[in-house]
């Protein structure tokens, strides 16, 4: 039970850690006060140390498509004020259409300013002082002008004619997604020679790349193994079948971190094809991964589910991708809900035919039932509350998943090998046994023969063999002995 705990709370702690270096923001969110945010009273070695979220309220002008000189002899009409980061549904706009944010952000004057632009949902143009410095798909008035790509950028602001001041506006539109605007953070970081956004962002990819390369590295051993079909692993009922189920959930978790929202994918790759692809990809790359799931549960657990039964789960998991390729954008994008009936449903089958004396004799399925549990409430938790501060929320519940999957499999493994380490010395000893036994055999039927050609020595002869006889007996009593299947140790000898 110690054993158990530990290892319980070691991939507790891992897992955590894990969300805490990839997914949780450590930045110092500011707050812009009617479209304004100053930073000129930050001290200077904060402003050197510290990332900067751009919150607070920005200006917000619905159903306008305005760009810098628009705002040049004064606010075009009454502004709006909103939340950044949000998205504008949460204030009441439509999901679908256009509109155009403001901010003005005052700086130190000394200070070279970097700006991380995120992914916004789901097309947008962003100046700065004048000068356009991203652009992703094109800001339409209509569906027939909109082209939406995911992409993500880390621009340095061009100075304008006062120093330390930023004129920042943003046109942005949506046709496609189910959230509008800018949803996740605008960062900045200031400092004359090594910008601390640069530091934080690098250093949270590299996190990220290290995190999806051990998936991959992990997946790709597990795929291995499977192909060449170890026979330590193939003592056990499910087969070989369960290995190459997690090595592809593992691959599918790697590929999903580096194709998320703000990610590797949409900084690194600027080819606007491939970027509109991701989001599908990424849709499709969950749904797999759920199913995935599935099958491993069945697989661990050994569940055996009727005809009707498995028909129903097949249903349930075929009707996301049907959603996916069949419904328009974007209620496309809520097919992935569908899987969650699936995964109750393999609960609901677990609970059934897992008993409590199958988890004391194998209490790592115990942990995987936890993880299992604890995936789906996760998966519930970040769905709805959709925190734009969180990035890749889904990799706490998918790493202590794995974890816990990983540790089962690695169990299973280690009782494999154990079983076919005492499998090999018993066929050793009774080999020996054999070629022991073998001598003995020889010498009593020679005996035999020799008695029946010379009766004179038959005296000789059969005490001779009597003595051969003794010593296979002993042997024998020996061997039941070594097998536990002895039950009076002198019976052998009578």
């Not at 306008?64 to 939340?83: H, I, M, T």
């Not at 393999?346 to 199958?358: C, D, G, N, P, R």
Request: glycine share 8%; with cysteine.
């Amino acid at each position: 039970m110690r054993r158990f705990l530990l290892i319980f709370f070691c991939i507790a702690a891992i897992s955590g850690a894990v969300f805490d270096v990839v997914s949780v923001s450590h930045d110092r969110v500011v707050h812009a006060v009617d479209g304004v945010l100053d930073l000129r009273r930050e001290e200077s070695e904060a402003l050197a140390k510290n990332v900067y979220t751009l919150g607070g309220e920005w200006e917000f002008y619905w159903g306008r498509l305005y760009e810098p000189e628009d705002f040049a002899d004064g606010l075009p009409e009454e502004k709006n004020l909103v939340s950044v980061p949000s998205s504008w549904n949460r204030h009441g706009y439509p999901r679908i259409g256009y509109g155009t944010y403001r901010l003005t952000l005052r700086t130190p004057g000394d200070a070279n300013v970097m700006m991380y632009v995120p992914e916004i949902l789901s097309a947008a143009a962003v100046w700065v002082n004048g000068e356009k410095i991203f652009s992703a798909g094109q800001v339409g008035r209509d569906r027939e002008s909109f082209v939406s790509y995911a992409k993500s950028d880390l621009v340095v602001l061009p100075e304008g004619t006062a120093p330390g001041a930023f004129e920042i506006v943003v046109q942005a539109s949506n046709y496609e997604k189910i959230n509008g605007g800018i949803r996740h953070a605008f960062r900045v970081g200031l400092g004359s020679r090594e910008n601390p956004l640069t530091r934080a962002l690098f250093g949270r990819w590299c996190a990220l790349a290290g995190v999806a390369g051990a998936f991959f590295v992990i997946g790709l051993y597990y795929l291995v193994l499977f192909l060449f079909q170890r026979g330590e692993a193939r003592g056990h009922e499910r087969g070989d079948r369960i290995y190459l189920v997690f090595a592809a959930s593992c691959l599918l978790i790697g590929v999903r971190l580096v194709i998320d929202q703000n990610s590797l994918a949409q900084f690194f790759l600027r080819s606007d094809p491939i970027n509109t692809r991701l989001s599908l990809i990424y849709n499709v790359g969950t749904g797999l991964h759920t199913v995935l799931i599935a099958i491993f549960s069945v697989l661990a657990f050994e569940l055996k589910p009727g005809r009707a039964t498995i028909c129903a789960l097949a249903a349930l998991l075929g009707l996301p991708f049907i959603g996916l390729a069949v419904l328009p954008a974007p209620l496309s994008r809520l097919a992935v809900v569908l899987y969650i009936p699936s995964l109750l449903a393999i609960v609901a089958l677990t609970a059934q035919s897992l008993s409590l004396e199958k988890i004391r004799s194998r209490p790592y399925l115990g942990l995987y039932l936890i993880s299992l549990v604890f995936f789906l409430c996760w998966g519930v938790f970040i769905n709805m509350t959709a925190n734009p501060n969180v990035f890749a929320g889904f990799i706490l519940q998918n790493t202590f998943n794995m974890l816990a999957q990983f540790v089962m499999l690695s169990q299973d493994y280690t009782e494999a090998r154990r079983r076919t380490r005492e499998l090999a010395a018993k066929e050793a000893f009774y080999h020996q046994m054999a070629h022991d036994l073998l001598m003995p055999l020889t010498i009593v039927s020679t005996s035999v023969q020799v008695a029946k050609r010379r009766p004179d020595e038959a005296d000789a002869l059969l005490t001779h063999s009597q003595e051969e006889i003794m010593k296979m007996a002993r042997m024998v009593n020996d061997a039941l002995e070594h097998t536990g299947g002895r039950d009076d140790p002198g019976e052998g000898d009578a």
